[in-house]
């Protein structure tokens, strides 16, 4: 696969398709199982509150790989990511009412840099609270 998106068709400021990704319990326990990270705080409300938790969070790896979605199904190529790092700002809530949690996130094109690769910026919210910080990846471009 190749970048389905040319360096040429976009500038500095070129929004990326926003999208909202649902989080449950069932969810984090399947990302458990997938992972091998069994951290009860995953998972385990009352072990959760104990060490000064709202609540059972998601794994910040899980919240990560889904930031990065946006990019990904942007540019139609997962390879096309060169670089993606992030710095946990605060956790993904996600309380056992049925409905879970929603990390929003969105990005945009912040530098064009040489070799037909852009810097994108992502911002990824859940309950009106910013969960990533720095969320940025560079992206080959074709």
């Known amino acids: 696969m190749t970048a389905k998106i040319g360096y040429d068709e976009v500038e ?19 990302y458990a199982g997938a992972s091998g990270d069994f951290n009860p705080i995953h998972w ?7 060490v000064g938790l709202p609540d059972v969070i998601a794994h910040g790896m899980f919240t990560m790989a889904e930031a990065i979605r946006v990019v990904t199904d942007w540019v139609g190529d997962p390879a096309a990511v ?7 700002t605060k956790p993904v809530v996600v309380p056992d009412d049925g ?20 810097r ?10 910013k969960v990533l910080g720095m969320s940025r990846a560079v992206v080959q471009l074709s």
């Open 82 to 88: 060169v670089e993606y790092g992030v710095r946990f």
């Open 12 to 30: 500095v400021g070129t929004e990326l398709p926003a999208a909202s990704f649902l989080v449950t319990r069932d969810t984090l326990v399947r």
């Open 44 to 50: 385990n409300e009352r072990f959760a509150r104990e």
């Open 99 to 118: 409905q879970g949690a929603v990390i929003e996130v969105s990005g945009k094109v912040a530098v064009k840099l040489d070799d037909k690769r852009v």
């Open 120 to 129: 994108v910026d992502l911002l990824a919210t859940s309950a009106g609270q």
